[in-house]
């Protein structure tokens, strides 16, 4: 039998402003590789049929909601899934008009690559730099600028390596990508999606999708200082079974490094040293387990330890403050604003947080920042200080994602208003002051 | 009824998984060669996995009262199997509930009473019957599916047990409105999910917040397609409900699908329970070979003809498919926004 996919996962998400045919090109991606189902076909020609005189609307596919077809808009972040002989497929495709930042950093936050779309007859706009920052400050490491429509531009070559020169002007501001790939299609035709294009002799890159297919994609976890937020004390408290009676495991999911058995930790915020007696799966008991493993694992000492508290290695000590500095992306309608308490959810702790200081805002226009702005308002960008009612233990979200952000939540309403990314901490906890014994 | 197809499959029951192998096999990280050591690096299931373990402990770690939604279903095995790896060896730290149509597969409830047994879970079970007697859901004239009734039931079992959130196996490949679908889903006090309002989902940080009175639906398998919950039952030796495997049945043609002829009703002091599920005059019978590719109960589950009857089997035929699971779902047939209207009301 052969195998009925690859091993290796992709996790893209597709952005761009209203109409720039980001369902369209999902759909043609679906549609071209051969990854719909007869149904699937039908049910769009079906529509057709009925309201679109008689041109299957590839958009269809992911607009899922009544609300969206009606509109011909997309709504909320869509998650469709598939496959090609070489690698597996995980999309989201995020809407691009009034909750843009929200929708980006929602279907982004957790994807290797990012595919923004540019409409080559209108050529670069905010959104596209608004984009395109948003995922240089996820940490994003690939970076795909689909120029669509070409079509509608006669296949101009000049109008492609204008719309590339005014982008790579401005990529230098955002910094951090591995790779930026331009690719010239037609989402509605086809051209350059799955199949290369005939209209385009001047470009001799590779389509859509066999780029998505090869790029070479490396982890993006954090490998080599172990860190392990505990989600949940596993007590089984059997009175009829002694070894489990006893049993105290802490249960989470490794977010950075290895930890081996018998390795030194020091568990936070308390600064209590131990060793690890064992690492837990359920399957079977480990020498060492990695990021992102879940694992059960046992400390040497009776240590008083719960959700919310964090074990680490003894190299590279992670940030340990209750005042930290963040890049944060605002999401509610209601503005940022200093003295505005909030609830910080930061790995498996949750505290209240209250903002003292909005250093900068990010203008799209210029990507410049812009000091001392009164209030983020919903989709602005700006760095930020905050105090916290108990320390957090933290990395820098360039260094880790997962110990390096956080999600703001209003109380009361417990909406989510804000996602943040930490800055390097300035005091870091230190391994000495835990040298006493319990 | 043909040949019991999970005879094959059944290395799991009988001998209940230890709950806690402290000297077990070797570690995954040894797997290729015990002297060279892979990468540190996960596969695609084993990635899924602790996604799916990481948002239940989430969830134990969040909540008061939650409860686990579990039918039988393949979907649903899958969830204990990792609540199972999220747990042990403590108790799984939540109640199953399950919501009856009455129309049920025999098979599927056997399965399901047999596995949370092994598993020394509480399963709790409420039906539709009980809730339109309680006045809770009201059927249409003439209206013999019991699907969307069970979003009553469903909501009233939530506010019986005073339930903050329930974890379901649904999964955003299904159907083009739950891919949509956070996560954690928020439901407000009277269960609704409004998808123009969703909660943004970002890293791995869910917002769990709740107030009285509103719940949160969580979806560990969001991620997973059909085809890595059939891979994760092949990898897992998950024993599953016999109707997923081929075997022989009397079925009848409704709507362009063959749905299963149900029990004859033997008990004549009470009601048939399967009364709108059977075949009407002038709908053809037949004897097929069959299997069931999705479950829901017998008046939504079209069957579909195969001899897949071994979890690689069917692995090999999703492989080939042609159509969507749910293409085998009447109850998604209705209209385009069939899912998105029930969910919004409340459903799974």
Redesign the interface.
């Known amino acids: 039998?052969?195998t009925?996919?690859p091993?290796?996962?992709l996790r893209f998400n597709t952005c761009g402003s209203v109409d720039d045919g980001k369902s369209t090109l999902i759909g043609r991606l679906l549609y071209d590789s051969k990854s719909l189902?007869?149904?699937?076909v039908e049910?769009l020609e079906k529509?057709a049929d009925l309201s679109g005189g008689g041109t299957v609307n590839l958009a269809n596919?992911?607009?899922?909601?009544?609300?969206e077809?009606e509109q011909g808009i997309t709504?909320?972040?869509?998650?469709?899934?598939f496959?090609t002989p070489r690698r597996?497929f995980?999309v989201a495709d995020t809407p691009g008009h009034v909750q843009y930042t929200?929708?980006m950093?929602?279907g982004a936050?957790?994807a290797n690559l990012s595919i923004v779309l540019v409409d080559a007859r209108q050529g670069v706009i905010e959104q596209t730099r608004r984009h395109a920052y948003i995922a240089a400050l996820l940490g994003i490491p690939h970076l795909v600028i689909a120029i669509n429509k070409m079509d509608l531009v006669e296949w101009k070559a000049e109008r492609f390596l204008e719309i590339r020169d005014e982008i790579e002007n401005f990529l230098p501001k955002l910094g951090g990508f591995r790779d930026v790939k331009f690719i010239p299609i037609s989402a509605l035709i086809g051209d350059n999606v799955v199949d290369a294009s005939t209209h385009t002799p001047w470009y001799e890159g590779p389509t859509l999708l066999s780029h998505l297919e090869t790029v070479h994609i490396a982890?993006d976890w954090n490998?080599t200082a172990f860190r392990f937020p505990v989600?949940?004390v596993?007590?089984?408290?059997?009175p009829t079974n002694a070894k489990?009676h006893d049993?105290r495991?802490l249960?989470?999911?490794i977010a950075g490094g290895?930890v081996r058995k018998g390795q030194e930790v020091l568990v936070l915020p308390v600064g209590i040293k131990s060793r690890i007696r064992?690492i837990?799966?359920?399957?079977?008991?480990?020498?060492?387990?990695?990021?992102?493993?879940?694992v059960t694992l046992c400390l040497e000492d009776d240590v008083d330890v719960s959700?919310g508290d964090m074990i680490v290695g003894l190299e590279d000590l992670p940030g340990l403050e209750s005042s930290v500095n963040a890049r944060v992306c605002w999401?509610n309608l209601k503005p940022l604003q200093t003295g505005k308490k909030y609830?910080l959810?930061?790995s498996?702790q949750t505290v209240q947080a209250v903002v003292t200081q909005i250093e900068n805002r990010i203008n799209f226009q210029t990507l410049e920042p812009e000091l001392n702005p009164a209030s983020l308002a919903v989709n602005d960008i700006g760095t930020i200080r905050l105090k916290t009612s108990k320390p957090l233990v933290y990395d820098a979200y360039a260094v880790n994602?997962?110990t390096g952000?956080?999600?703001l939540?209003e109380p009361g309403t417990?909406?989510?208003v804000g996602?943040g990314m930490l800055l390097p901490p300035v005091e870091r906890a230190r391994h000495d002051y835990g040298d006493f014994s319990i | 009824m043909g040949r019991q197809g999970s005879a094959r499959l059944t290395l799991n029951t009988g001998q209940p998984r230890q709950p806690f192998p402290l000297h077990g096999r070797p570690s995954i990280l040894f797997k290729s060669n015990s002297t060279t050591m892979t990468s540190y690096h996960l596969d695609h299931l084993e990635y899924l996995e602790t996604e799916a373990i990481h948002i239940m402990r989430e969830v134990a770690g969040e909540f008061e009262r939650p409860a686990l939604l579990f039918s039988g279903g393949k979907d649903s095995i899958c969830l204990l199997r990792l609540a199972e790896k999220a747990f042990r060896p403590s108790e799984i730290p939540m109640p199953f509930l399950n919501i009856e149509t009455g129309h049920e597969f025999p098979e599927l409830i056997e399965f399901r009473d047999r596995r949370a047994a092994q598993l020394g879970a509480k399963l709790i079970v409420r039906t539709v019957e009980d809730a339109i007697a309680r006045g809770l859901a009201h059927p249409a004239p003439g209206e013999t599916s019991r699907n969307k009734l069970q979003i009553p039931a469903l909501l009233g079992a939530i506010e019986e047990f005073r339930f903050d959130c329930a974890i379901g196996g649904a999964r955003r490949d299904e159907e083009k409105a739950r891919a949509k679908e956070r996560f954690f889903s928020f439901r407000d006090s009277f269960g609704q999910w409004d998808p123009k309002a969703q909660r943004p989902e970002i890293w791995n940080l869910y917002n769990a917040r709740v107030n009285p009175g509103e719940h949160m639906r969580v979806f560990p398998l969001s991620n997973w397609t059909e085809m890595d919950v059939w891979e994760y039952i092949r990898k897992e030796k998950l024993d599953v409900p016999s109707i997923y495997f081929s075997h022989s049945r009397q079925c009848f043609l409704r709507g362009g699908q063959w749905l299963p002829v149900p029990p004859p009703h033997v008990d004549g002091s009470r009601p048939d329970p399967y009364a709108g599920a059977r075949p009407k005059p002038g709908e053809q019978v037949r004897q097929l070979v069959v299997r069931v590719r999705t479950i829901a109960d017998m008046i939504s589950t079209g069957m579909i003809e195969s001899p897949a009857d071994s979890v690689e089997d069917i692995i090999a035929e999703v492989a080939a498919a042609r159509v969507t699971e749910r293409g085998t779902r009447a109850d998604d047939k209705a209209s385009e926004a069939a899912m998105e209207d029930r969910k919004k009301a409340g459903y799974f």
């Open positions: 039998m052969p009925p996919h091993i290796e996962l189902m007869e149904d699937q049910a529509a596919l992911t607009d899922g909601l009544r609300a077809r709504i909320d972040v869509a998650y469709r899934y496959a597996k995980i929200r929708n950093v929602t936050s957790t982890s490998g989600q949940w596993n007590r089984p408290n059997n489990l049993f495991g249960s989470g999911q290895i064992d837990h799966t359920h399957d079977s008991a480990l020498q060492e387990a990695f990021c992102p493993q879940s959700r999401m609830l959810k930061h498996t994602r997962l952000s956080f999600i939540i417990h909406a989510t996602a």
